[in-house]
């Protein structure tokens, strides 16, 4: 089956640094998605791709979907203390269609 | 997006019992997903709630362990039957509106004991 591989499975990066999260695929995805996660609350949409080579910003969030469809990545700038969480990408291959989900990358920012 | 609510939010039961988790939204959606996360693990998707029939099952998981009602297109519910202690997880409602995105509820956390 589809498989999304994310790593490593944990990040420690000092406040204001900057950092970049990858994710790649054996298969083809047509929408990629990347969340956030934090303790107690169910994940949060932070980025949506749809196209290949499509570049997108949230704030200081960059995402980018990969040429050959097959990866994805996640760039924060400046980090804060509240960046804290678990990122997790997600792809799918059509509207309604399930999505296959990364493993995560918890991220840790020291102050 | 849609605001999803989940009840309860945590739980804590003894083995043997069944837990009834809701999920409310509060607009009418086409896609509603109910996802399992195992500590420290992803999301792993349990099933697609199909409104006014039986829900799509994925690879491990069966009816008689976990049934899935979806009487309209805004509620759903996910049993936890006969539970043991390898069913600690935590439980998501998610949803898609003819859209490739997915919106997630807060989240069930499930303790068996």
């Known amino acids: 089956g589809q498989q999304l591989n994310q790593s490593p499975q944990s990040m420690f990066i000092q406040e204001g640094e900057d950092v970049s999260m990858n994710c790649t695929s054996s298969?083809?995805?047509?929408?990629w998605l990347w969340y956030k996660q934090e303790p107690g609350e169910g994940p949060v949409l932070l980025i949506a791709?749809?196209?290949?080579?499509e570049l997108t910003s949230n704030g200081r969030l960059t995402a980018q979907f990969g040429i050959t469809r097959k990866d994805s990545f996640l760039n924060i700038s400046a980090s804060i203390p509240s960046d804290v969480g678990i990122y997790f990408c997600?792809?799918?291959?059509?509207?309604?269609?399930?999505?296959?989900f990364g493993k995560g990358i918890t991220l840790s920012v020291r102050p | 997006s849609a605001v999803i609510s989940q009840k309860p939010s945590r739980d804590i039961c003894q083995r043997g019992t069944s837990l009834t988790i809701q999920c409310q939204v509060d607009?009418?959606?086409?896609?509603m997903f109910w996802y399992r996360q195992q500590p420290g693990q992803s999301l792993t998707l349990i099933a697609t709630?199909?409104?006014?029939?039986?829900?799509?099952?994925e690879s491990g998981f069966v009816i008689d362990k976990f049934p899935i009602s979806r009487p309209n297109l805004t509620f759903s519910t996910l049993t936890v039957s006969n539970m043991s202690p390898e069913d600690s997880s935590i439980y998501l409602c998610?949803?898609?509106?003819?859209?490739?995105?997915?919106?997630f509820g807060q989240g069930t956390r499930l303790t068996v004991v």
């Open positions: 998610s949803v898609a509106q003819g859209s490739t995105e997915a919106f």
């Open positions: 298969s083809i995805f047509n929408t």
């Open positions: 791709l749809y196209k290949a080579g």
């Open positions: 997600a792809g799918n291959t059509g509207a309604n269609s399930k999505l296959t």
């Open positions: 607009s009418q959606v086409t896609m």
């Open positions: 709630a199909n409104q006014g029939s039986e829900a799509t099952y």
